[in-house]
């Protein structure tokens, strides 16, 4: 059974940092590129950040880019995004994402797997 859980998430003032992880089971993780997306409240999930497999490939939104960076260790099936500057807008539920294709995606149906978030909040 595939499992993504995300953690790092809190309460923060705006200019703070945090680093969100994502550990995963039950799938050959070093084969998985990974994404990182945000839903707002009202508002579409949106794509934030991807990583390939290797880790040498990476792809932003605009809105972070900059700001964030996404790595991974293979090692410990874990995914980062560590997450500077942050901004009263960047708050969401900040969800984990992989799937087993090449395409380093940035929409969401290109995913197959999907953690239950975790939620980021900036205070101005």
């Known amino acids: 059974q595939v499992q993504l859980v995300e953690s790092g998430g809190g309460l923060v003032q705006a200019g703070s940092s945090l680093r969100l992880s994502c550990a995963a089971s039950g799938l050959a993780f070093s084969s998985y590129n990974t994404g990182w997306f945000r839903q707002a409240p009202g508002r579409e999930r949106e794509f934030v950040a991807a990583?390939?497999?290797?880790?040498?490939?990476?792809n932003y939104a605009d809105s972070v880019k900059g700001r964030f960076t996404i790595s991974r260790d293979n090692a410990k099936n874990t995914v980062y995004l560590q997450m500077n500057s942050l901004k009263p807008e960047d708050t969401a539920v900040y969800y984990c994402?992989?799937?087993?294709?090449?395409?380093?995606?940035?929409?969401?149906?290109?995913?197959?797997?999907w953690g239950q978030g975790t939620q980021v909040t900036v205070s101005s």
């Open positions: 994402a992989a799937r087993s294709g090449a395409l380093l995606a940035t929409t969401q149906k290109a995913y197959d797997n």
């Open positions: 990583i390939s497999w290797s880790g040498r490939g990476t």
